[in-house]
């Protein structure tokens, strides 16, 4: 593969982080985010705010936009983060069953999408903020700071609600021919 050096240092923290390779130690580098992560979760409590990991978090470049699950381990604790999953992907599956339920093919379509998206972002930044996919710019939905996903996430949401509103219509039949000829 040709990659430039960061790109090399990337991947290769990523392989380690997944237990492929050895790890980088330093803290000054390509590291430094996902080693500041781990020691966010580690210093941590169950329920409730720890300064320690409050102090860490705040060192990070970044932490309010992308790195919510962390924020919130420092902030909330550990359970809350548990929490936001949960509520994360119960949100993607609910948004799927409703638009898998649907009489009419657009809706079943666009809804089914809006529910993958959702489940993608939230699967993706979870994975990323603890160590398992290279970082990169996820964002988690509903909780990102990003005034542009937001818009979209709540769009999404609100076209899955649309499609759930008018669930018994059916208008997914050929017009009527009028000429005979």
């Not at 089914?112 to 988690?140: D, E, K, W, Y």
């Not at 949401?157 to 021919?177: H, T």
Request: with cysteine.
């Amino acid at each position: 593969l040709r990659l430039n050096t960061y790109q090399s240092a990337r991947f290769a923290n990523w392989l380690a982080n997944i237990g492929i390779g050895s790890s980088i130690t330093d803290d000054s580098g390509v590291n430094y985010i996902n080693a500041q992560l781990g020691r966010v979760f580690t210093h941590s409590a169950i329920i409730g705010k720890s300064d320690e990991a409050v102090r860490i978090m705040s060192d990070i470049p970044g932490y309010w936009a992308d790195l919510v699950m962390g924020s919130m381990a420092a902030i909330c604790g550990l359970a809350m983060v548990a929490g936001i999953i949960i509520c994360m992907l119960a949100l993607a599956t609910y948004m799927i069953i409703i638009s898998a339920r649907q009489k009419n093919n657009l809706g079943y379509i666009t809804g089914c999408a809006c529910g993958i998206v959702v489940a993608l972002q939230s699967i993706s930044n979870i994975l990323i903020v603890f160590g398992l996919l290279p970082m990169t710019g996820s964002t988690l939905p509903i909780f990102t700071s990003s005034i542009s996903y937001g818009i979209v996430d709540y769009a999404m949401i609100g076209m899955v609600l649309s499609i759930y509103r008018y669930k018994d219509i059916r208008r997914d039949y050929a017009p009527k021919n009028i000429h005979n000829g």
